[in-house]
T-cell receptor
Framework: GAVVSQHPSWVICKSGTSVKIECRSL??????MFWYRQFPKQSLMLMAT?????????EQGVEKDKFLINHASLTLSTLTVTSAHPEDSSFYIC????????????FGPGTRLTVL | GQNIDQPTEMTATEGAIVQINCTYQ??????LFWYQQHAGEAPTFLSY??LDGLEEKGRFSSFLSRSKGYSYLLLKELQMKDSASYLC??????????WGAGTKLIIKP
């Protein structure tokens, strides 16, 4: 099956620093990638949808200047949390799909971010 | 608005059968998904229904009724490892996935 990787799997950083999370589709070309955030005991919250070569579409309430998304190639998307604060501590998960109409999203293993 | 409803938590006994229901109201419909998520891990795909009826895959089956906006996930011969959250998600007319809050399933010996 299709494999999506994320790096790093966990990160601890100081408040005010920026953190970059990478999401890669290893054996398929991902036309569309999605970034989710999940707080403890809550469901997935879609943050943004990114299509290769174009600007990401952010969900309502997600600050695009704080959560920078780059989808420079068909196999790589990055999420940068700028000037991270403790309230940004969460589980960040990416998913990828070969095409908009594809029947399935393939999820990465997630990145746990802790901001001190 | 769009919403997905599923029970918050369910408890079942090892070896038994459990049915997790999901009702949805979305702008259009392009398929319904069930995912399993263990604590601290990313979701893993279980099933996909786009036509009415039952899809069976081993111990897991998923049913869809589009006219009723209803689906269920049926888990048979429950094992302790089935303890997890089960997420229902619907792809709407814009091909966006709308997620339910998940059902936490607790399996007791």
């Amino acid at each position: 099956g299709a494999v999506v990787s994320q790096h790093p799997s966990w990160v601890i950083c100081k408040s005010g620093t920026s953190v970059k999370i990478e999401c890669r589709s290893l054996d398929f070309q991902a036309t569309t990638m999605f970034w989710y955030r999940q707080f403890p005991k809550q469901s997935l919250m879609l943050m943004a949808t990114s299509n290769e070569g174009s600007k990401a579409t952010y969900e309502q309430g997600v600050e695009k200047d704080k959560f920078l998304i780059n989808h420079a190639s068909l196999t790589l998307s990055t999420l940068t949390v700028t000037s991270a604060h403790p309230e940004d501590s969460s589980f960040y998960i990416c998913s990828a799909t070969p095409g908009q109409e594809s029947s399935e999203q393939f999820f990465g293993p997630g990145t746990r971010l802790t901001v001190l | 608005g769009q919403n997905i409803d599923q029970p918050t938590e369910m408890t079942a006994t090892e070896g038994a059968i459990v049915q997790i229901n999901c009702t949805y109201q979305t702008s259009g419909f392009n398929g319904l998904f069930w995912y399993q998520q263990h604590a601290g891990e990313a979701p893993t795909f279980l099933s996909y229904n786009v036509l009415d009826g039952l899809e069976e895959k081993g111990r897991f089956s998923s049913f869809l009724s589009r006219s009723k906006g209803y689906s269920y996930l049926l888990l048979k011969e429950l094992q302790m490892k089935d303890s997890a959250s089960y997420l229902c998600a619907v792809k709407n007319s814009n091909y966006q996935l709308i997620w339910g809050a998940g059902t936490k399933l607790i399996i007791k010996p």
